[in-house]
């Protein structure tokens, strides 16, 4: 998925945060089960990632949580591979693919909402000196 610069935090519901954290834990632990030593990276990344998103959680005061694009890319990305690498069950992998998408979704969204605002920033008359 590309991710657009211009855009470098991403409001989403902190269910949906919840959601990810508990997809993103599940996902770590299916790993360890299946003793599989070529993912050891990808663990640190996904409980730092759970981390952090855990942080902004309680940090914020809102019905959303900020998060930075890059994390936000990065979990869908593990979750991804993990529902098509057939990690764990069957409610799990449904789960990974739900949550990815729900991700991606709000980048895309947050992406597109950002170039309209560009696109009306750019069509407004340049002021004149006199």
């Not at 998060?67 to 057939?86: K, S």
């Not at 605002?117 to 407004?124: E, F, I, L, N, V």
């Amino acid at each position: 998925m590309a991710v657009d610069t211009a855009v470098s935090s991403v409001a989403i519901p902190k269910s949906t945060a919840h959601q990810t954290i508990t997809c993103l834990g599940a996902l770590i632990q299916a790993h360890r089960q299946a003793a599989r030593p070529a993912v050891a990276q990808a663990l640190g990344e996904m409980a730092e990632d759970s981390r952090a998103l855990a942080g902004s959680l309680q940090s914020s005061g809102h019905t959303t949580v900020r998060v930075p694009v890059a994390t936000l890319t990065r979990i869908a990305a593990h979750l991804t591979h993990g529902a098509q690498d057939e990690v764990g069950s069957e409610a799990l992998q449904a789960a990974l693919w739900r949550t990815a998408g729900r991700l991606q979704r709000w980048i895309a969204d947050a992406a597109a909402q950002e170039a309209a605002r560009a696109k009306t920033t750019d069509k407004r008359p340049a002021r004149t000196r006199g």
